[in-house]
């Protein structure tokens, strides 16, 4: 019987603490924490502290953005200057570098005289002719007999020598030696039968026997 006592006597206070909690619990009691200002301050601040929670959060991802896009600037900005102080190499080795030499013209040179030359014509044979007859009439005037006859022969010979000179003479004409100075160092004379106004100093062009100016 004692042991039985002593378990309603502490089912008692047990049962009590369960009432309380239920009370506390029941919607009365929480609109009464509700109106309690230090909870309402408390909620406030809870609130305000989320909200500047959230705007901090968004100067973080806008400033991080800002920075992305900075260091991508900044790289572009590298690349071109990269890419600035590859050009000015390339036009400092450009300019570094000689011109290759031009190609020398081996037939190209420069006038430096024109010379005029007699040149003889060609016997026909009609000066020969002419000058044996007046050989021959010249050497009938000299003497008699075999000594007229012997003047005559050697007349006619020197008179058909004598002859054919002068026909040479009277065909003959004047061509023109032109020397020319090579660009490669040599030197080249080249006859032709007309100058065409060609003068020393001019520059021309050697092809085999003939001069074209440039």
Same mark, same amino acid.
């Given at each position: 019987m004692n042991s039985i006592r002593s378990l309603?006597?502490?089912?008692?206070?047990?049962?009590?603490?369960?009432?309380?909690?239920? %009370?506390?619990?029941?919607?009365?009691t929480q609109q009464d924490a509700a109106a309690d200002p230090q909870v309402v301050a408390a909620a406030a601040k809870a609130e305000e502290a989320e909200l500047k929670a959230k705007e901090a959060q968004e100067a973080l991802d806008k400033a991080e953005a800002e920075r992305k896009?900075?260091?991508?600037?900044?790289?572009?900005?590298?690349?071109?200057?990269?890419? %600035?102080?590859?050009? %000015?190499?390339?036009?400092?080795?450009?300019?570094?570098t000689p011109p290759p030499p031009k190609p020398v013209c081996v037939d190209c040179g420069t006038v430096t005289a024109i010379t005029p030359v007699k040149v003889k014509?060609?016997?026909?044979?009609?000066?020969v002719a002419l000058g044996?007859?007046?050989?021959? %009439?010249?050497?009938?005037?000299v003497g008699a007999g075999k000594g007229t006859?012997?003047?005559k022969v050697v007349g006619a010979i020197g008179g058909g020598?004598?002859?054919?000179?002068?026909?040479?003479?009277?065909?003959?004409?004047?061509?023109?030696?032109?020397?020319?100075?090579?660009?490669?160092?040599?030197?080249?004379?080249?006859?032709?039968?007309?100058?065409?106004?060609?003068?020393?100093?001019?520059?021309?062009?050697?092809?085999?026997e003939n001069l074209f100016r440039l």
């Open positions: 309603r006597s502490t089912s008692i206070p047990a049962a009590l603490l369960m009432a309380a909690l239920l %009370a506390a619990c029941s919607p009365q896009a900075a260091v991508a600037e900044a790289e572009a900005a590298r690349s071109q200057a990269r890419a %600035a102080e590859r050009r %000015a190499e390339r036009s400092q080795v450009a300019a570094a014509g060609s016997g026909s044979g009609i000066g044996a007859i007046a050989g021959v %009439a010249a050497g009938n005037q006859d012997v003047a020598f004598a002859g054919n000179e002068i026909e040479k003479r009277v065909r003959g004409s004047t061509v023109y030696d032109v020397t020319v100075s090579l660009d490669n160092g040599g030197s080249r004379v080249i006859r032709v039968a007309t100058t065409d106004g060609l003068a020393t100093g001019e520059r021309v062009r050697v092809s085999g």
